[in-house]
């Protein structure tokens, strides 16, 4: 049963464009929610997170978007640049408890 | 930040041997270490949750005796591919939960790939 979903695998955007990557999950109990990028063959890379008492975290160029009553999470990152190229991770956990993930979306960011 | 060293990272053995897989916190000390493995094209799977000083909690599904674990030390946590086999081959990664702050932030490995022939 698959508690985080990413249902795009994949997003192609234009350089200086915004790249918008979703994700959802299912279990209300979720309070703590992160994103990762993943390059091949390399471990994944913390980039962005957000608890359930915010409804938005921004960082330089990601902003991460957390809609609870819809159980959906954005991460934005504005401007695209080709270095963003990679594949991108939510995981989700309840307080304590073991993290879950989304399969990921892989973003190519065209020059 | 905080740094977790994963080694090796890439190993290609016959089928029937065995290998292990070090995943080391390099400036914090982590109580609890977490091993995962993926597919190509699929989600981060847990395997296994490595405590320091105790057993660890395999998910299910897992074979504790496949997939031995071993976490020895606060900066150190070992899992060992038993007689490996062809679908053992994927790519593993282990993280560790950084106490402080942040102790909601999993920083990972860099991972390994198992090739078994």
């Known amino acids: 049963d698959q508690q985080v979903k990413q249902n795009s695998p994949s997003l192609s955007v234009q350089e200086g464009r915004i790249s918008i990557l979703n994700c959802d999950y299912t279990?209300?109990?979720?309070?703590?929610f992160l994103w990762y990028k993943k390059y091949p063959a390399e471990g994944p890379t913390f980039l962005i997170s957000?608890?359930?008492?915010?409804d938005k975290n921004e960082d330089g160029r990601f902003t991460v978007f957390l809609n609870k009553s819809a159980k959906h999470l954005s991460l934005h990152i504005v401007p695209s640049q080709p270095g963003d190229s990679a594949v991108y991770f939510c995981?989700?956990?309840?307080?304590?408890?073991?993290?879950?993930f989304g399969t990921g979306t892989s973003l190519t960011v065209i020059p | 930040g905080a740094v977790v060293s994963q080694h090796p990272s890439r190993v290609i053995c016959k089928s029937g041997t065995s290998v292990k897989i070090e995943c080391r916190s390099l400036?914090?000390?982590?109580?609890?270490m977490f091993w995962y493995r993926q597919f190509p094209k699929q989600s981060l799977m847990l395997m296994a949750t490595?405590?320091?000083?105790?057993?660890?909690?395999?998910e299910q599904g897992v074979e504790k005796d496949k997939f031995l674990i071993n976490h020895a030390s606060l900066t150190l946590s070992t899992l060992t591919v038993t007689s490996a086999h062809p679908e053992d081959s994927s790519f593993y990664i282990c993280?560790?939960?950084?106490?402080?702050?942040?102790?909601?932030?999993?920083?990972f490995g860099s991972g390994t790939q198992l090739s078994v022939l």
């Open positions: 993280s560790a939960r950084s106490p402080g702050l942040n102790n909601e932030k999993l920083f």
């Open positions: 279990n209300s109990m979720f309070d703590y």
């Open positions: 957000i608890s359930s008492i915010k």
């Open positions: 995981a989700a956990s309840a307080t304590g408890n073991q993290f879950y």
């Open positions: 400036d914090f000390q982590a109580t609890t």
């Open positions: 490595s405590n320091e000083g105790s057993k660890a909690t395999y």
